[in-house]
C-alpha cells in the first residue's frame, strides 16, 4: 500500500509518494492552489510557442466539469482563477475539495496499478493549530477517504483511499527533523525538547510550542499574514512609487529570482529593467520585524526554548540575521517549503511499518 502525503495550502499544494521522491528535484510536486474552469483556458496554455506545465483535470465529485489546474496554471493571466485562499470553513468549499482530489490524482498517475486497477493507499495530512479539532478532521475524512476517480487529460486514475491520517500542521515540521527517510528514528532530542514552530506560509504566519510533542495552548499565535500579505505590501509601495503593471504573482517571481546584495528588477519588457530593490528590502525589513515581535509575543518565555525552527515558503524571504541575532536558538529548516510535508509522508511510514508489525 503506497504512502500519500498531501499539504493543501493557502498558497501552494505540495504532494509526496515514493515516486515524487525519485522523480522531482527535491522529492515533491509544487503547485499553485488555484486553478480554473477549462474552458476558461483559451489559448492561454500555449504562449509564444513554448506550452505551459497546465492539464485537464476531472473529478468524480463534479463530473460536469472539467478544470485546468497545473504547475504553471499561476502564469496565466485571468480574473477567472478559482481560489483556496480562504479564512473560513475552508474544508467545506467545492474548491478546496476539487484541489484534494486532483492532487490524490497528481500522485496516482505516477503509478501504473492506478491506470490499471485500482491504487490503494494511506493519506497523511495535515492543519493549523486553529483549525485542528474533531469536526475539521471529520471534514477532511470525508473529502479524502474512499474510492476516488480523477481524469488526467481525459485519463482515467482509480485511487482507493483505506484511511486517513489528520496531524497538527506543526507536528510535520517536527517529524521532518525526528525521522529519516525511511521513517525511523534518527533525533531523539525532540522527544523532550521544548521547541517553538515560527512556520510562514502563503496565508498565515504560525507560532506553535511543543513540548515533548505536546502541544502548548498558551505560548502559541495565528496570524493572517503570510507571504501574500508582504507581496500586497510590496505591490501598493510600487503603484505609489508609479509603477504600472506588476501583480503577485510577478512580485513572487521578483523575491524569487533575486536577492538583497544584487537586488530585485521588475522587467516589464526586455528592453526596461526597473529597480525596486529598496521597497522590496524595506517591506522585508518591517515584515521581518513583525515576525520577530509575533514570536517574542506568543512566547514571552522565550529563553527557556530549546529550539525555534522557521520553516515554512515565506521563511526563504525574511531576513534571517536579525531573527538569529534576537533568537539564539533559532534554525532555518532545510527545503522549508515542504518540510511539513516531507514530514508528513515520513510519519505515513512510520505508521505503515508500525502496523504492518501488528
Known amino acids: 500500500m503506497e504512502v500519500f502525503a498531501l499539504d493543501i495550502g493557502n498558497k501552494q ?32 496554455v500555449t504562449m509564444f510557442k513554448q506550452k505551459k506545465l497546465i492539464e485537464k483535470y476531472s473529478s468524480n465529485i463534479d463530473q460536469e466539469f472539467e478544470y485546468a489546474w497545473g504547475k504553471e496554471i499561476n502564469q496565466i493571466n485571468t480574473p477567472k482563477f478559482l481560489d483556496t485562499l480562504t479564512f473560513s470553513n475552508r474544508y467545506s468549499t467545492q474548491e478546496f475539495k476539487l484541489l484534494s482530489t486532483f492532487a490524490l490524482g497528481e500522485l496516482a498517475r505516477d503509478f501504473e496499478e492506478a491506470e490499471k486497477g485500482i491504487l490503494e493507499c494511506i493519506v497523511v495530512t495535515g492543519v493549523p493549530s486553529d483549525d485542528y479539532n474533531e469536526e475539521t478532521i471529520k471534514k477532511l475524512m470525508k473529502v479524502l477517504q474512499g474510492d ?38 534518527q533525533d531523539e532530542s525532540y522527544f523532550e525538547d521544548t521547541v517553538t514552530i515560527a512556520d510562514l506560509g502563503g496565508g498565515t504566519f504560525l507560532v506553535d510550542t511543543l513540548q515533548g510533542l505536546q502541544l502548548d495552548s498558551k505560548r502559541r499565535d495565528q496570524k493572517n ?134
Open 225 to 358: 499574514t503570510g507571504s501574500y500579505d508582504l507581496y500586497d505590501r510590496i505591490l501598493s509601495a510600487a503603484i505609489d512609487s508609479g509603477i504600472k503593471g506588476l501583480s503577485q504573482y510577478k512580485i513572487e517571481q521578483i523575491l524569487r529570482n533575486g536577492n538583497q546584495k544584487e537586488g530585485y528588477y521588475y522587467k516589464p519588457n526586455r528592453n526596461e529593467s526597473i529597480s525596486i530593490t529598496n521597497i522590496v528590502n524595506k517591506a522585508i525589513i518591517k515584515y521581518t520585524r513583525e515576525i520577530i515581535n509575533t514570536v517574542q509575543t506568543a512566547v514571552k518565555d522565550v529563553d527557556s526554548i530549546d529550539k525555534i525552527l522557521f520553516t515554512g515558503g515565506t521563511s526563504n524571504l525574511i531576513d534571517q540575521i536579525p531573527v538569529k541575532d534576537t533568537f539564539k536558538y533559532a534554525y532555518f529548516v532545510e527545503d522549508s517549503e515542504i518540510a511539513n510535508v516531507k514530514g508528513y509522508y515520513k510519519y505515513g511510514l512510520a505508521y505503515k511499518e508500525s502496523n504492518s508489525n501488528n
Open 13 to 44: 499544494t505540495k504532494m509526496i509518494s515514493s515516486k515524487t521522491l525519485v522523480n522531482e528535484k527535491k522529492g515533491s510536486k509544487v503547485f499553485p492552489s488555484i486553478f480554473m474552469y477549462h474552458e476558461d483556458l483559451g489559448n492561454q
Open 148 to 185: 476516488h476517480n480523477i481524469k488526467i487529460n481525459d485519463k482515467s486514475y482509480n485511487i482507493r483511499v483505506k484511511e486517513v491520517q489528520v496531524m497538527n500542521q506543526p507536528i510535520g515540521t517536527i517529524y521532518n527533523e525526528i525521522l529519516d527517510d525511511e521513517g525511523f528514528v
